[in-house]
């Protein structure tokens, strides 16, 4: 079972920028698609990113396509989102698993804290 822990959020200033991380354990991830979601106050947790097991394909969700790059480090068992030209709109709690397509893996169980992105206008 893959467990993760999310890494590198904060707060920044609207048009600012976060590299956020996702080290993961107990099973090599290089088999895996991986993805990012978030969940914003009062909203569903939702997809935006996912990235082949090669890191050869990538996808995002529209309203984030052009300023997020996913991409991962598979010796590292570690996956990034950098995120620039940041939005008020992306103020989330920012996690990360092992995909199927845009959803999570069905036996994925173990999702991690998450991690914080506040963005001020």
């Known amino acids: 079972q893959v467990q993760v822990v999310e890494s590198g959020g904060g707060l920044v200033q609207a048009g600012g920028s976060l590299r956020l991380s996702c080290a993961a354990s107990g099973r090599t991830i290089s088999a895996y698609t991986m993805g990012w979601f978030r969940q914003a106050p009062g909203k569903e947790r939702e997809f935006v990113a996912f990235?082949?097991?090669?890191?050869?394909?990538?996808s995002y969700v529209d309203s984030v396509k052009g300023r997020f790059t996913i991409s991962r480090d598979n010796a590292k068992n570690t996956v990034y989102l950098q995120m620039n030209s940041l939005k008020p709109e992306d103020t989330a709690v920012y996690y990360c698993?092992?995909?199927?397509?845009?959803?999570?893996?069905?036996?994925?169980?173990?999702w991690g804290q998450g991690t914080q992105v506040t963005v001020s206008s």
């Open positions: 990235i082949g097991w090669s890191g050869g394909v990538t």
């Open positions: 698993a092992p995909t199927q397509g845009v959803r999570p893996r069905a036996d994925f169980h173990s």
